[in-house]
């Protein structure tokens, strides 16, 4: 008879086999009832003198996905996940974890104080504390190592590596693969076990396997150069060597001792806040969470540039057939080499097989023509930025189309709502705002028209998520979140530019603050000729100041394209590594000179200032008129688009650290200095300083 031991967990005797089953949806995280739970069924076992084994298995769609994160910020109630392993591991009888789905963090180090794992073939298991900021803190640095070896367990643990069931079987990490009917492998193994008398297996006695004396070194260096700024990989490496080196239980201390200071650093909450940002950027409002989904399996691109054949070259990494319609054999012909460039990278990395990569390319079409489109469920619009352009593409996929098909266009500044007007489809209308290379950013900006239907919004989430991106919904506005802000960023650095700070000191200041680029080494990599484009399309917006700053143009004007003409802001070895070059401190030089400019010096901190406080102003422009519908959703597109630094929480999280009083003074400060019209705080700021909150209350 099943007997519920805790609101989470039952425990039924299957003749001298006990099962015990948890069951807290949706991920099974180790909340108190589990914990609780699982420390009764462990008492119960011990004292069955009946039962010869028990088996741990999950309800639901996964295995322990770790400990509860909502719980991180309340004081923990006992038995402390530590206690409960401490007890799975004193067991004097076996144990079997039976794992599908994600056996993750504390959900791992449960199954590793088992002394027998088996796993469905499409388990996967990980340590992605480090991703949250913290480590491991119930003995999964201890008994990883002895399970897999050293540097196996130390990948996982500084990089929160996920591995798939194959390789834990192979590398040791589980003792067999079962078939799809988990709790019959799980009966049949456990039997096996019994049978053969009933051993029992402790990680923890394990010898710790050989390793490489250099591995920590190396992998410090490594660690510090993959993840800059980041403070948990660094102390992984620390942990796992102190896990390695030190008696089991010394190091057991050790390692509670530190995953509980780095619960409470800065770095973990920001990290933190971002995965529950994440999560919640999906939440879109007016669409309902079990909104019906419009099945996707064929999709159009309309344009075969940069952006067109990055989105082809996703939409065929998840599985989809993909037409991609151009003008011209030429451009066509371009988009085919330049998709197979794409897949020969893959090749030569390794990530793909020539095979694949066959596979891949047999489910896309190039073609001039709109005709045969009938069964295509979704047309992504990604010609050149020309509204008259675009319209025109529209009313040819309007023609072509199926009613019910989705017509997406991955403008970047055009307005949505005039291109769902003229369409004769305007709900089935919306836009997907890829970023370049389109098939490696992660960041897309959906974008909702005031008609868009709320399963296109939903089923529009569900593709980008399918192709393994981080969707975020923003509304009407021009540049959407992203660039929009990015472009009051811009305008900063090229003011302090001509007011008299170089290059090199503002790409100092902004890589120093943690972004991987400073914007001048981005623009010198992006391409001049790109940076004078994007400038063109917004002139008519631009105040007098931003027209006359016109530094790109004169570096383009000199031929200074930037990395591919060997000169942009900086010089350029063959290596591309640069340096500062007199010839452009001569073209800025004439620039001021020409605007009556006399350079001053200008301090790091103004400089970060500027950048930052002229986004996160603009942050609160957008949050105010909607565009954006939460903080989070500003963070995540951020972090995830912009290389803010993550372990900043994004710019509305940091900014909320700084203290948005501070920031409101210094917004002042940059009015009186720089011009009301660019730094003027936003009525949001105004409010918010005034009633002494941040943007997160
Ligand atoms: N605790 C509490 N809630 C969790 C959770 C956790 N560990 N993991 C996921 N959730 C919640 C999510 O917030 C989400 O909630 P909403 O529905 O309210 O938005 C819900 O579960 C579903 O999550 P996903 O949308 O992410 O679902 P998915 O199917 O895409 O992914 C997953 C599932 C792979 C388990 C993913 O959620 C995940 O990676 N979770 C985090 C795992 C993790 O980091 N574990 C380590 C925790 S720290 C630890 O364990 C160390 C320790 O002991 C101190």
Not at 156 to 175: F, T, V, W, Y
Not at 476 to 502: C, D, I, P
Not at 552 to 579: H, I, M, N
Request: proline share 4%; with cysteine; charged share 25%.
């Amino acid at each position: 008879m099943t007997e519920l031991l805790t609101q989470a967990v039952s425990l039924v005797a299957l003749g001298d086999i006990m099962v015990a089953t948890a069951d807290n949806p949706p991920v099974n995280a180790l909340s108190h009832s589990v914990r609780a739970g699982l420390s009764d069924a462990i008492s119960a076992f011990e004292k069955n003198d009946a039962a010869r084994a028990m088996i741990l298995v999950c309800a639901g769609r996964t295995f322990f996905a770790g400990a509860d994160i909502r719980e991180f910020a309340k004081p923990m109630r006992e038995p402390l996940l530590g206690e409960v392993i401490a007890r799975l591991d004193g067991c004097t009888k076996p144990v079997i974890a039976a794992i599908h789905g994600t056996a993750l963090g504390g959900g791992l180090e449960v199954a590793l104080a088992c002394s027998y794992r088996v796993a469905v073939a499409s388990a996967r298991f990980g340590l992605p504390e480090v991703k949250l900021g913290i480590l491991p803190g119930a003995g999964g640095s201890l008994r990883l190592p002895r399970l897999i070896g050293v540097e196996a367990a130390l990948a996982m643990i500084s990089e929160g590596r996920q591995i798939d069931a194959a390789e834990a079987a192979r590398n040791g990490l589980i003792d067999a693969i079962v078939g799809s009917d988990l709790a019959d492998g799980a009966l049949g193994f456990a039997r096996r076990i019994i049978d053969a008398g009933g051993d029992i297996r402790r990680a923890s006695e394990l010898p710790i396997p050989s390793f490489h004396s250099a591995l920590f070194e190396t992998a410090r260096a490594s660690m510090r150069k993959r993840f800059r700024g980041y403070v948990a990989p660094q102390k992984a490496v620390d942990l796992v060597e102190t896990a390695v080196t030190m008696p089991f239980a010394d190091a057991g201390e050790r390692e509670y001792a530190t995953c509980k200071e780095l619960l409470g650093s800065p770095q973990s909450k920001a990290l933190r806040h971002l995965f529950a940002a994440e999560r919640e950027a999906l939440k879109i409002e007016g669409v309902p969470a079990d909104a019906s989904l419009r099945d996707i399996r064929k999709v159009a691109v309309v344009g075969p540039g940069t952006m067109g054949r990055g989105i082809a070259a996703c939409l065929l990494d998840a599985g989809l057939s993909v037409v991609l319609i151009g003008l011209s054999d030429e451009s066509l012909g371009k988009a085919r080499s330049g998709i197979a460039r794409i897949y020969e990278s893959a090749l030569k990395r390794g990530s793909l097989s020539a095979e694949e990569i066959e596979r891949r390319l047999s489910r896309l079409t190039l073609t001039q023509s709109y005709d045969g489109l009938a069964d295509v469920d979704l047309a992504v619009e990604a010609v050149t930025e020309q509204r008259d352009v675009k319209a025109e593409v529209f009313g040819k996929l309007d023609a072509a189309l199926r009613d019910d098909a989705i017509i997406v266009t991955n403008t970047s500044f055009l307005d949505i709502e005039e291109l769902a007007s003229a369409s004769r489809r305007p709900s089935n209308v919306a836009g997907m705002h890829f970023f370049n290379p389109a098939h490696v950013m992660k960041l897309v900006e959906n974008v909702r028209a005031s008609r868009s239907a709320p399963d296109v919004l939903a089923t529009i989430t569900a593709l980008a998520r399918r192709l393994g991106k981080t969707p975020v919904m923003v509304g009407r506005s021009e540049g959407f979140v992203a660039n929009r802000m990015l472009s009051k960023r811009t305008r900063e650095a090229q003011f302090l530019l001509e007011e008299g700070a170089t290059p090199a000191q503002i790409d100092r200041v902004l890589s120093g603050f943690g972004f991987p680029i400073g914007p001048f080494a981005l623009a010198d990599l992006a391409g001049m000729d790109i940076m004078a484009a994007a400038r063109a399309a917004r002139l008519p917006r631009m105040s007098d100041r931003e027209k006359s700053c016109n530094i790109v143009d004169r570096l383009v004007a000199a031929g200074r394209l930037g990395q591919k003409t060997g000169a942009g802001y900086y010089r350029y070895d063959e290596k591309r590594t640069a340096s500062p070059d007199p010839e452009a401190d001569t073209i800025l030089d004439t620039h001021r000179r020409d605007r009556g400019i006399v350079p001053r010096e200008i301090s790091d901190d103004e400089i970060l200032e500027r950048c930052l406080y002229a986004m996160v102003n603009e942050a609160a422009k957008i949050l105010e008129e909607g565009a954006a519908a939460r903080p989070g959703d500003i963070d995540v597109i951020w972090t995830s688009g912009f290389g803010f630094p993550s372990y900043l929480g994004g710019p509305m999280f940091h900014a909320d650290r700084i203290g948005i009083q501070t920031i409101k003074a210094a917004l002042d400060r940059y009015s009186a200095l720089v011009g009301r019209e660019y730094f003027q705080p936003a009525p949001l700021i105004e409010r918010l300083a005034a009633e002494g909150k941040g943007f997160y209350g």
